[in-house]
């Protein structure tokens, strides 16, 4: 695919998962996440808490519970329970990775990043690059 079309992709994918993001219940901040294997959507994920707890990911202190799981991380699992593997998959994510979601993509053999928000913390990002894994950022 040439550069040009590759982006137009990249644009589009990462909107997509800007509107996905908006199905968190999570205040503080809301994460989308989709991976997309040979022009196909393969899975989906967005930040919140585990399956069968309450959709409230913060405490009275307005500090994001414990268990609240990432956009990246709900989308990595819930291939585990599909037919579908990420092996050399790309991975649209509104904001850049930390470092756990950072393992878990490498582990699960995607081997492009595509995110639209740095995060504070670079050290997802750095661990992405060092494993030959290509981050493209596409900030507004």
């Excluded at 999570?26 to 399956?51: E, W």
């Excluded at 268990?67 to 790309?90: D, F, P, Q």
């Excluded at 740095?118 to 950022?137: F, H, M, P, Q, S």
């Amino acid at each position: 695919m040439n550069k040009e079309k590759q982006q137009r992709f990249d644009e589009r994918y990462l909107e997509m998962a800007r509107i996905w993001a908006k199905n968190s219940y999570c205040q503080r901040r809301q994460v989308g996440a989709l991976v997309v294997k040979k022009g196909m959507i393969i899975s989906d994920g967005y930040n919140g808490t585990p399956s069968g707890f309450e959709n409230v990911c913060e405490d009275e202190n307005d500090v994001t519970k414990p268990y609240v799981l990432h956009a990246e991380a709900n989308a990595i699992t819930k291939l585990a329970r599909s037919h579908n593997n990420s092996e050399g998959s790309t991975i649209y994510i509104t904001a850049s990775p930390c470092i756990e979601c950072a393992k878990l993509i490498i582990q699960a053999g995607i081997k492009r990043v595509v995110y639209g928000e740095k995060y504070r913390l670079t050290d997802g990002v750095e661990l992405l690059e060092r494993a030959g894994i290509e981050v493209v950022y596409l900030g507004k």
